[in-house]
């Protein structure tokens, strides 16, 4: 159980362009979906946090006409990077949670890569 | 609080010993904490859990324990095999309250 599958998991684009990740919940209701970026060797570090019907809550230093994030439903939600730029590659991981104290449960990352 | 490691601490053990990987944490008032294990080029999983009512969690081949006193944690990985080998982070949380925040995680490199 708790599996969530993120896509694509590797992007290689052109400077400027936009790309979509997909996180989605296959076995469970995520009323709360994490999303993170991860460079080489380090921490997961938190970008934003939204909950389902909500706007996202972005952390300190991350744009939000940069990231765009939308958690329509309660097994998906997506991050679009606009105008992405190569210091926008990156790992990026979405996690899920269910209601209450409970664990989040992550994808398996986005490898972007822009040229 | 939140951290990012700017180094990843390693662990070497070798195949069939036991394993230990500790956590320091932050904030007295986290009442639930996570491991998670990262292989490389994957997202983390969850291996354990355990809340601040109890001390002492096991599962299969981990337990983890917590110490709330010294705001410590650990996990300890019996018989590790080589399949053990990865990156390590301790996550905790605040109930109520939708965020986690994460160590700057061990990697552990088991020897054959």
């Known amino acids: ?115 | 609080g939140e951290s990012v490691g700017l180094h990843l601490p390693t662990l070497s053990v070798q195949e069939g010993d036991n394993s230990i990987i500790n956590c320091a944490y932050s904030n007295s008032a986290s009442d639930y904490f996570i491991w998670y294990k990262q292989e490389s080029g994957k997202g983390p999983q969850f291996i354990i859990d355990i809340r601040s009512n109890m001390d002492k969690r096991q599962g299969q081949r981990v337990t983890v324990l917590l110490n709330k006193t010294v705001k410590h944690l650990s996990l300890q990985i019996a018989a590790t095999q080589p399949g053990d080998s990865a990156v390590y982070f301790c996550a905790e949380n605040i109930d109520n309250f939708n965020k986690f925040y994460f160590g700057s995680g061990t990697k552990l490199n088991v020897k054959p």
């Not at chain 1, 998991?9 to 979906?33: H, N, P, W």
């Not at chain 1, 997961?44 to 939000?64: D, F, P, R």
């Not at chain 1, 990231?67 to 899920?96: K, M, Q, R």
């Open chain 1, 1 to 115: 159980g708790a599996v969530v599958s993120q896509h694509p998991s590797r992007v290689i684009c052109k400077s400027g362009t936009s790309v979509k990740i997909e996180c989605r919940s296959l076995d469970f209701q995520a009323t709360t979906m994490f999303w993170y970026r991860q460079f080489p060797k380090q921490s997961l570090m938190l970008m934003a946090t939204s909950n389902e019907g909500s706007k996202a809550t972005y952390e300190q230093g991350v744009e939000k006409d940069k990231f765009l994030i939308n958690h329509a439903s309660l097994t998906l939600s997506t991050l679009t990077v606009t105008s992405a730029h190569p210091e926008d590659s990156s790992f990026y991981i979405c996690s899920a949670k269910a209601t209450g104290q409970q664990p989040q449960h992550f994808g398996d990352g986005t490898r972007l890569s822009i040229l």
